[in-house]
């Protein structure tokens, strides 16, 4: 088994702020269970839909995230069920 250190000892490291924030998103389509329109997904990550559309762009690229072209709604892209299967 992997050793993990405590979430206390992770809060006091310096990280990457940007990937933080870009995680909010990805949380939020996450808990969403349903694909959602950028305004909702921006809300429900707590940032304007502006800087969410910057992130969202590089997670489409990365295939984290997917767009609907018809509808424009987003959803988790193929890598994150790829990184969802790797944990199990």
């Given at each position: 088994?992997?050793?993990?250190?405590?979430?206390?000892?992770?809060?006091?490291?310096?990280?990457?702020?940007?990937?933080?924030?870009?995680?909010?998103?990805?949380r939020?389509?996450a808990?969403?269970q349903?694909?959602m329109?950028?305004?909702?997904?921006?809300?429900?990550a707590g940032?304007?839909?502006?800087?969410?559309?910057?992130?969202?762009?590089?997670?489409?690229?990365?295939?984290?995230?997917?767009?609907?072209?018809?509808?424009?709604?987003?959803?988790?892209?193929?890598?994150?069920?790829?990184?969802?299967?790797a944990?199990?």
């Amino acid at each position: 088994m992997v050793a993990r250190d405590s979430t206390e000892a992770i809060q006091q490291r310096q990280g990457i702020q940007s990937i933080e924030v870009g995680s909010r998103l990805l949380r939020a389509l996450a808990a969403s269970q349903r694909s959602m329109m950028l305004r909702d997904l921006a809300r429900n990550a707590g940032m304007p839909a502006a800087k969410a559309r910057r992130y969202l762009v590089s997670f489409m690229r990365m295939g984290l995230v997917e767009q609907d072209a018809n509808t424009g709604r987003y959803d988790l892209g193929e890598f994150s069920l790829e990184l969802g299967l790797a944990s199990l």
